[in-house]
């Protein structure tokens, strides 16, 4: 136990407590607790790290289960477990392959996560970067629905809403409804806030749709109307086969 070590060369410590650690590199193979901090301007290994102070590492491999304050990274960092962060972490590149934990996280690079927690603010897309997820994205469960807000324009090849059967009751025909398709109508229009946009929109309102059919329309925090659009098409597909059964009975009386 050491109030303080500077070591130049290659140092082998089967256990390490320091208050205050500089090394040129440093390898242990078993507990290293460090209260203070530590600077290896060299390669470092380590079987078990736990650091309570501030740590700057240029490179930094760790195979176990690693708690830290403060992590800042310069170089690749590669993690094969488990990061625990409780405090402010800052990364150019991180890749993490297994569940990761972050109070909070700010990536200025490309950054590759495996799964990912964040409890605290989440800062993604700065200076033209962007976050890319190539498997599913869920936002809550199917027993407790969450929103997804997004003020720019969604590109997809599709989008499919949940419509089993088996997860429905009180199934009802709309055939009695299709007179409210009556009592709505479409519309172009421009935002009001041009930040949202100043393109020429087309789309319902949402009062109209409200009074046919509150179930259709959501309202937010600050009041504001959202219209569940597919919940539109099965008035319309009520509509179109009321509509073509009345043409077959035109074509019937008209022969």
Known sequence: TLGSLDVSGATSLTVLNASST?????????????????NVTNKG???????????TLATLHISGATSLKTLRATDATTLDTTLNVSGITTLNTLNISGATSLHSLRATGATTIASLTVSGATTLGVGGQALKLLGAVTIGTTNAPKD?????????????????????????SLAART??????????????????????????????????????????????????YMGIVGLLVSNVKELREDLSEIKKTSV
């Open 45 to 55: 290994t380590l079987g078990e790290l736990q650091i309570l102070g501030a740590t």
């Open 148 to 172: 997804l807000n997004v003020t720019g324009h969604i590109v997809t090849q599709s989008i499919t809403t949940t419509s089993d059967p088996i997860l429905k009751t009180n199934m009802r």
């Open 22 to 38: 500089t090394l040129g590199s440093l390898e242990t193979s078993d507990a290293t607790t460090i209260n203070s901090t530590l």
């Open 179 to 228: 007179s409210d398709i009556d009592k709505i109508d479409g519309y172009e229009f421009n935002w009001a806030d041009t930040s949202r946009g100043e393109d020429l929109q087309f789309g319902l309102n949402a009062d109209e749709i409200e009074a046919i059919n509150p179930g259709l329309v959501h309202v937010d925090s600050n009041g504001f109307k959202s219209v569940n």
